[in-house]
């Protein structure tokens, strides 16, 4: 192979790996006071991450499934007004326990 078209899969082959390093992964910096990223450092190793930013991302995932306190009260209102109004239905009592091991009722 000729030098220059050796050079020039060299080259296109740097970009692609830097195009997808960069398509990866963006900075996101953060200020906290020496206690707080003690405390997140702390955090992290305690719930196995192996960084920081592994353990901020999967909080940032698992905020998409939490839901405020007032969206909380409004479908415990919800849930009152259907009682009231008879759209609920009556269960027997469930073990939930059973449930977990598997058991029928």
Known sequence: MSMKLDSVLQLYYNKRI??????????????LSDELKESAQNMAKKRGFSTVSGYVRFLLREDKDVITDKELWEDIKAARRDYREGKCIDADSINLMDLYDGKKN
Not at 18 to 31: P, V
């Open 18 to 31: 830097i195009s997808k390093l960069n398509f990866m992964r963006n900075i996101l910096t953060l200020s």
